[in-house]
């Protein structure tokens, strides 16, 4: 059974950080590039950063380059997202995603090009 568990969401205040995980079971993690795609209240998804399956030169949206940092353990098959300086804007469900692809990195926020899913977890940045 293919899960992709999200954790470490929760409230920060504009400046602050917050660390995502995502646990990954069911499927062939190293193989696969991870993606970070977020939903704010009200609006479609919006992709914030792909890292493929290696791990090396992850991609991230223009909105948080320089302040979210997205790496993987491919022995411990999770993936995270550092987020530091977070702005009220960046309240959001976050979801991880995968595709099948060895050191692809696809940039995507259609929730159906992705072979696997996340349940989401809430961030929310406010003062």
């Known amino acids: 059974q293919v899960q992709l568990v999200e954790s470490g969401g929760g409230s920060a205040q504009p400046g602050g950080s917050l660390r995502l995980s995502c646990a990954a079971s069911?499927?062939?993690?190293?193989?696969?590039?991870m993606s970070w795609v977020r939903q704010a209240p009200g609006k479609g998804y919006e992709w914030v950063s792909v890292?493929?399956?290696?791990?090396?030169?992850?991609n991230y949206a223009d909105v948080v380059r320089g302040r979210f940092t997205t790496s993987r353990d491919n022995d411990k098959n999770t993936l995270f997202l550092q987020m530091n300086d977070l702005k009220p804007e960046d309240t959001a469900v976050y979801y991880c995603?995968?595709?099948?692809?060895?050191?692809?990195?696809?940039?995507?926020?259609?929730?159906?090009?992705?072979?696997?899913w996340g349940q989401g977890t809430q961030v929310t940045v406010s003062s």
């Open positions: 995603a995968a595709k099948r692809g060895l050191n692809s990195a696809i940039i995507s926020s259609n929730r159906a090009w992705y072979d696997y």
């Open positions: 069911g499927f062939i993690f190293s193989s696969y590039q």
């Open positions: 890292i493929p399956s290696s791990g090396s030169n992850p």
